[in-house]
Protein backbone atom coordinates (compact mmCIF):
# COMPACT_ATOMS: atom_id res chain seq x y z
CA UNK A 1 0.00 0.00 0.00
CA UNK A 2 1.52 3.64 -1.07
CA UNK A 3 2.01 6.28 1.32
CA UNK A 4 -0.39 8.97 0.42
CA UNK A 5 0.94 10.94 3.21
CA UNK A 6 4.00 11.18 1.51
CA UNK A 7 2.43 12.66 -1.99
CA UNK A 8 0.77 15.59 -0.27
CA UNK A 9 5.03 17.10 0.79
CA UNK A 10 5.86 17.32 -2.98
CA UNK A 11 5.32 19.40 -5.54
CA UNK A 12 1.81 20.41 -7.19
CA UNK A 13 0.82 21.33 -10.75
CA UNK A 14 2.02 25.24 -10.50
CA UNK A 15 4.88 24.37 -8.92
CA UNK A 16 8.30 24.58 -10.65
CA UNK A 17 10.51 21.24 -11.03
CA UNK A 18 13.21 20.49 -8.86
CA UNK A 19 16.29 22.34 -10.06
CA UNK A 20 18.36 18.76 -10.44
CA UNK A 21 15.28 16.86 -11.77
CA UNK A 22 15.44 20.01 -14.61
CA UNK A 23 19.38 19.68 -14.80
CA UNK A 24 19.04 15.73 -15.70
CA UNK A 25 16.55 16.14 -18.02
CA UNK A 26 18.22 19.12 -19.49
CA UNK A 27 21.21 16.54 -20.17
CA UNK A 28 19.00 13.97 -21.72
CA UNK A 29 18.04 16.10 -24.37
CA UNK A 30 21.13 17.53 -24.74
CA UNK A 31 22.17 13.87 -25.56
CA UNK A 32 19.86 12.64 -27.34
CA UNK A 33 19.33 16.14 -29.48
CA UNK A 34 23.20 15.68 -30.25
CA UNK A 35 22.49 11.75 -31.44
CA UNK A 36 20.00 13.30 -33.70
CA UNK A 37 17.40 10.87 -31.70
CA UNK A 38 13.93 11.88 -31.60
CA UNK A 39 11.89 11.69 -28.07
CA UNK A 40 9.55 9.08 -29.67
CA UNK A 41 12.62 6.28 -30.62
CA UNK A 42 14.17 7.30 -27.31
CA UNK A 43 11.20 6.21 -26.07
CA UNK A 44 10.60 3.09 -27.33
CA UNK A 45 14.07 2.00 -26.63
CA UNK A 46 13.29 2.68 -23.02
CA UNK A 47 9.84 1.33 -23.39
CA UNK A 48 8.01 4.58 -22.99
CA UNK A 49 5.72 6.95 -24.46
CA UNK A 50 7.64 10.12 -26.15
CA UNK A 51 5.24 12.08 -23.45
CA UNK A 52 6.68 10.21 -20.72
CA UNK A 53 10.39 11.49 -22.31
CA UNK A 54 8.96 14.64 -22.48
CA UNK A 55 8.26 15.34 -18.97
CA UNK A 56 11.38 13.89 -18.11
CA UNK A 57 13.37 16.53 -20.22
CA UNK A 58 11.20 19.33 -19.09
CA UNK A 59 11.84 17.75 -15.46
CA UNK A 60 8.37 17.37 -14.77
CA UNK A 61 8.71 14.04 -13.57
CA UNK A 62 12.20 12.76 -11.42
CA UNK A 63 13.69 10.09 -13.14
CA UNK A 64 14.52 6.74 -11.19
CA UNK A 65 17.53 5.46 -10.91
CA UNK A 66 17.14 2.57 -12.78
CA UNK A 67 15.57 4.18 -15.83
CA UNK A 68 18.85 7.01 -15.73
CA UNK A 69 20.75 3.64 -16.04
CA UNK A 70 19.35 2.39 -18.92
CA UNK A 71 19.01 6.07 -20.26
CA UNK A 72 22.86 6.16 -19.83
CA UNK A 73 23.10 3.08 -21.62
CA UNK A 74 20.87 3.83 -24.84
CA UNK A 75 22.46 7.43 -24.99
CA UNK A 76 25.84 5.64 -25.05
CA UNK A 77 27.03 7.85 -21.39
CA UNK A 78 27.79 7.29 -17.86
CA UNK A 79 25.46 7.64 -15.43
CA UNK A 80 27.73 10.87 -14.09
CA UNK A 81 27.01 12.91 -17.78
CA UNK A 82 23.70 13.63 -16.88
CA UNK A 83 25.25 15.43 -13.29
CA UNK A 84 27.74 17.05 -14.85
CA UNK A 85 27.89 20.77 -15.22
CA UNK A 86 25.19 21.28 -12.73
CA UNK A 87 25.02 24.72 -11.61
CA UNK A 88 25.88 25.36 -7.67
CA UNK A 89 22.44 26.66 -7.01
CA UNK A 90 20.83 22.90 -8.03
CA UNK A 91 23.14 21.44 -6.00
CA UNK A 92 23.11 23.77 -3.15
CA UNK A 93 19.22 23.52 -2.76
CA UNK A 94 19.26 19.91 -2.33
CA UNK A 95 21.89 20.20 0.24
CA UNK A 96 19.52 22.88 1.61
CA UNK A 97 16.22 20.35 1.90
CA UNK A 98 18.03 17.86 3.70
CA UNK A 99 19.70 19.84 6.21
CA UNK A 100 16.23 21.41 7.01
CA UNK A 101 15.02 17.88 7.56
CA UNK A 102 13.04 18.04 4.18
CA UNK A 103 14.42 14.68 3.60
CA UNK A 104 14.12 14.71 -0.15
CA UNK A 105 10.21 15.17 -0.21
CA UNK A 106 10.00 19.55 0.24
CA UNK A 107 11.12 21.18 -2.89
CA UNK A 108 12.54 24.29 -3.75
CA UNK A 109 12.45 25.95 -6.89
CA UNK A 110 15.59 28.01 -7.57
CA UNK A 111 16.07 30.10 -10.70
CA UNK A 112 18.65 29.33 -12.98
CA UNK A 113 20.34 31.03 -16.10
CA UNK A 114 19.29 28.83 -18.77
CA UNK A 115 22.32 26.64 -20.10
CA UNK A 116 23.13 27.65 -23.61
CA UNK A 117 24.34 24.20 -24.12
CA UNK A 118 21.17 22.85 -24.33
CA UNK A 119 19.19 25.19 -26.62
CA UNK A 120 17.74 23.81 -29.99
CA UNK A 121 19.92 26.52 -31.78
CA UNK A 122 23.13 25.19 -30.01
CA UNK A 123 22.53 21.41 -30.46
CA UNK A 124 21.47 21.92 -34.38
CA UNK A 125 24.80 24.51 -35.06
CA UNK A 126 26.78 21.15 -33.65
CA UNK A 127 25.44 18.76 -35.71
CA UNK A 128 25.48 20.59 -38.86
CA UNK A 129 28.91 21.86 -38.17
CA UNK A 130 30.07 17.96 -37.60
CA UNK A 131 28.12 17.10 -40.72
CA UNK A 132 30.55 19.12 -42.80
CA UNK A 133 32.66 16.42 -43.94
CA UNK A 134 35.85 18.44 -44.97
CA UNK A 135 38.17 19.06 -42.38
CA UNK A 136 39.54 21.99 -43.53
CA UNK A 137 36.30 23.36 -44.13
CA UNK A 138 35.19 22.80 -40.45
CA UNK A 139 38.30 24.31 -39.33
CA UNK A 140 38.07 27.25 -41.35
CA UNK A 141 34.48 27.63 -39.92
CA UNK A 142 35.47 27.31 -36.22
CA UNK A 143 37.90 30.21 -37.09
CA UNK A 144 35.42 32.62 -38.53
CA UNK A 145 32.95 32.02 -35.89
CA UNK A 146 35.15 32.51 -33.09
CA UNK A 147 36.56 35.60 -34.39
CA UNK A 148 32.90 36.53 -34.85
CA UNK A 149 32.10 36.03 -31.29
CA UNK A 150 35.67 37.83 -30.34
CA UNK A 151 34.77 40.72 -31.84
CA UNK A 152 31.40 40.87 -30.96
CA UNK A 153 32.62 40.55 -27.16
CA UNK A 154 35.03 43.46 -27.76
CA UNK A 155 31.73 45.67 -28.54
CA UNK A 156 30.51 45.50 -25.33
Do not use: W
Not at 18 to 29: E, K, L, T, Y
Not at 38 to 65: M, P
Not at 93 to 98: G, N, R
Amino acid sequence: MRDVSRRSAGRTKSDKPNPIDAHVGSRVRLRRTLLGMSQEKLGDAIGLTFQQVQKYERGANRIGASRLFKLSQVLDVPVSFFFDDMPAEAAAAAVDDDEAGGGGFEERSVTCEPDPMAKRETLELVRAYYRINDPSVRKQLFQMTKTLGDSSQNEH
